[in-house]
Each structure stands twice: as C-alpha cells, then as structure tokens.
C-alpha cells in the first residue's frame, strides 16, 4: 500500500467527483481514460477504501469519498495559492472551476464573462451547472460548486448573499396580443387573463407578495418546469407569462414578445452565493471579480445587456 498520494491524484478525483464521468473528465484534463482509472485506483489503494462507485452508465462518490471530498478541494486550493503566489514566472493555472448558475443568468450575461475570462485561462476547464435557485443553494451547501449566481438569498446560515442587480419582471405574449403593441404595461391589466408562471423558481412567491400590497390577485393558470417552456405555450396562445428581464436570451420564439410591467415595478435580486469560511480559488476569486464588473456595466452602460425584440410599438401604454 502506497503511503502517500499526489496533488494530481487529487484533481483527479475532484474531477471525476464534478463530472460524475471518467470518460468526461479525461477528455477536460487530457488524459487517457485507462491511465486515469490507475491513478484512481491507486488512490483507493492509498486510503484503503472505494472513492468512487462505478458502472458502465453511472459514477457515484462513496460515502468515503464524499467525506474525503472537502478535504481533498482544501488541499487542492491551498497548492494552487501557492502556485498562483508565485507570479509572473511562467505558471498557468489549470484545472476544472464549478459554478452554480440559474439558468437566466447563465445564458445572459455569463458567455460574456466566460469570454474575457478563459482568454486569460484558457487552461481553466468551466463547469456551469445551470439549476434552479433551490438546487442551486444545495450544491454550494455541498461543496459541489465553488460559488453560484442565484436569485434566492441565503436562507441557510453557513451560506452568503451578495447581491448583484435587480432583475425586473415583465410580460411575454404573443405579437399580435393586444398588450404586445404598448411601451409598458400595468399589472392590473392582466387581471383577466390566464397566466404562466415557472414553479421550479421563486418568480411567483416574490410577485405574489409585491402585488399583495396592492390587493391584486392574478389568474395563475399554467405552472410550468422552465422559463423556456412558457415560450411555448405563450406561443400557442395558451396565456400570457411572467419573466425576469434576464431571460429574454432564453427566448427563441419570433412570435412572442416581451413587454415591461409597472404600477409597481416588481424586481427580484440577483447575487452571488457562497459558503461562509470558506476562500475561493484563485481562478474562482477572478471569475467572481469579473462577474460583478460585468454587472456594474449593465447597470450603467446597459451592456452586455440581451438585445431586445424588434416590433412595431404605439408610445401609449394600456389604459387602466
């Protein structure tokens, strides 16, 4: 039995542990998949128990090995500060960075940050995993992701809240809908029509307690899985929906029109999740420094900001 194990043995696991795939995890670090398993089993050797549950489909941490795994990403983390530390002298980090996104965040402004990021690592392999706000939470909670972009605070005490923008709502109908035509639409006047709302996210909560202040009560009449699915039955006439701005870059179809909403202007809070106690990496610590210049840019020069849909309006608004 070996005695001892390598950084690299580390990464390796770490990465397998993210991916949940041998086959995956040797194509981001370059390796052949058998040299991968030895190391792997070498390293099982090392502690004398299974890290990883393998089948030709499926690949599990044990309970071993989830135990193992804070411990394991610490040890990792530290060497690589101390890696980074060093300079300008020719050191290039590398490895697989995990993020936890919700998926309007994650296709809005995130290429945009991608982009500028991996041109200065382009050795840094990015994992997204675009969940929803509460999926999102459990995997920071879990260690699975270094840090997340969500819309639902930190409502766990080990976990921090950094808010980044207001996300406001707004309408999605169809272009030829009447409302499709007015600059902004009130809230009031959707009142008589049937509405679409996603059930995996926390849109509805926060709208219906921004409305109840104003004692109005929508028609909620579709609950669906994905923003993106609301496109769809908006599209087929179906009703009306309730989005964030952000995710008009989730919207796909030409027929369907997004419409913002006021009298009251109801917004979300967009931010960054992480684990309390606990210190980035330094390609994490750069990425997440990147994300809030990309976000005081949309709030001021209104870019990278999703292009909006081109279509006839009137300048009136709905009357009440």
């Known amino acids: 039995m070996r005695k001892n194990c390598e950084i690299l043995d580390l990464k390796l696991f770490l990465a397998i542990f993210d991916m949940r795939s041998f086959h995956k995890a040797s194509e981001a ?3 052949s998949q ?11 050797e090392t502690f004398g128990a299974k890290l990883l549950e393998r089948s030709t ?8 090995g989830t135990e ?3 411990g394991f990403r610490r040890m990792v983390r530290e060497f690589d500060d101390c890696i980074f530390s060093l300079g300008d002298h020719g050191v290039q980090p590398s ?4 993020i936890a996104a919700i998926p309007t965040a994650a296709s809005a402004f995130l290429p945009h940050v991608l982009k500028r990021f991996t041109a200065d690592y382009p050795d840094i392999h990015i994992r997204i995993r675009d969940v929803t706000p509460a999926e999102g939470l459990e995997c920071i909670a879990r260690g699975e992701a270094e840090f997340g972009i969500n819309s639902m605070g930190a409502s766990r005490p080990e976990l921090k809240f950094t808010p980044i923008m207001d996300d406001e709502f707004a309408l999605a109908c169809r272009t030829d809908h009447p409302l499709a035509a007015c600059d902004k639409v009130r809230w009031r006047d959707l009142v008589q029509y049937p509405l679409i709302v996603s059930q995996k996210s926390d849109n509805r909560m926060v709208v219906d307690q921004a409305l109840a202040r104003s004692n109005l009560t929508l028609n909620w009449s579709f609950q669906v899985g994905h923003l993106a699915t609301s496109f769809g039955l908006v599209e087929a006439g179906l009703g009306l929906s309730i989005i964030p701005r952000l995710s008009r870059s989730l919207q796909k179809h030409p027929s369907v029109a997004v419409v913002p909403l006021y009298d009251p202007v109801v917004t979300r809070t967009v931010g960054i999740i992480e684990r309390r106690g606990r210190q980035l990496s330094r390609s994490a610590t750069t990425l997440r420094h990147l994300i809030l210049e990309a976000c005081a840019e949309w709030k001021t020069a209104k870019a990278p900001r999703p292009r909006a849909l081109k279509k006839p309006r009137r300048r009136e608004a709905v009357a009440s």
């Open 57 to 64: 489909r499926h690949v599990a941490p044990t309970r071993i």
């Open 95 to 98: 490895g697989v960075l995990t």
């Open 68 to 70: 193992l795994e804070p």
């Open 34 to 44: 058998p040299a991968l398993t030895r190391r792997i089993q070498a390293l099982e």
């Open 29 to 31: 670090l370059n390796m």
